[in-house]
């Protein structure tokens, strides 16, 4: 099993959940987080005044999913979310040793 974590802009949510749901894809945990890497955020006139704005609005997308899917879902992912410009994001993959479902107890790929 393997957790893909996805760091995207937040308008592209919907095109990458739906790009999962077509790979049958079906579970996901969504956070509104905030960051920046190389696009270092930029300035803004709030009141007459200036200011920077380092930590810029992002949408993490947290998916467990067989490994069998793992190809299919980056690149669907990395698909939906581009738009060419700085700042689309980060697609980070890891290592899942164990999922268990508490209500059922099914472990291992039942479980997701």
């Given at each position: 099993?393997?957790?893909?974590?996805?760091?995207?802009k937040?308008?592209?949510?919907?095109?990458?959940?739906?790009?999962?749901?077509?790979?049958?894809?079906?579970?996901?945990?969504?956070?509104?987080?905030?960051?920046?890497?190389?696009?270092?955020?930029?300035?803004?006139?709030?009141?007459?005044?200036e200011?920077?704005?380092?930590?810029?609005?992002?949408?993490?997308?947290?998916?467990?999913?067989?490994?069998?899917?793992?190809?299919?879902?980056?690149?669907?992912?990395?698909?939906?979310?581009?738009?060419?410009?700085?700042?689309?994001?980060?697609?980070?993959?890891?290592?899942?040793?164990?999922?268990?479902?508490?209500?059922?107890?099914?472990?291992?790929?039942?479980?997701?």
């Open positions: 099993m393997k957790k893909i974590e996805a760091i995207i937040p308008f592209k949510l919907e095109e990458v959940k739906e790009a999962l749901s077509e790979l049958g894809i079906e579970g996901m945990t969504v956070s509104e987080v905030k960051g920046f890497g190389r696009q270092k955020g930029h300035t803004e006139i709030y009141r007459g005044s200011y920077t704005v380092d930590f810029l609005p992002k949408i993490k997308i947290e998916v467990v999913l067989s490994d069998n899917l793992l190809e299919r879902a980056t690149a669907a992912i990395v698909k939906a979310a581009k738009t060419g410009k700085i700042g689309d994001g980060k697609v980070f993959v890891y290592p899942v040793e164990e999922a268990i479902r508490i209500r059922t107890e099914e472990t291992g790929d039942q479980a997701i």
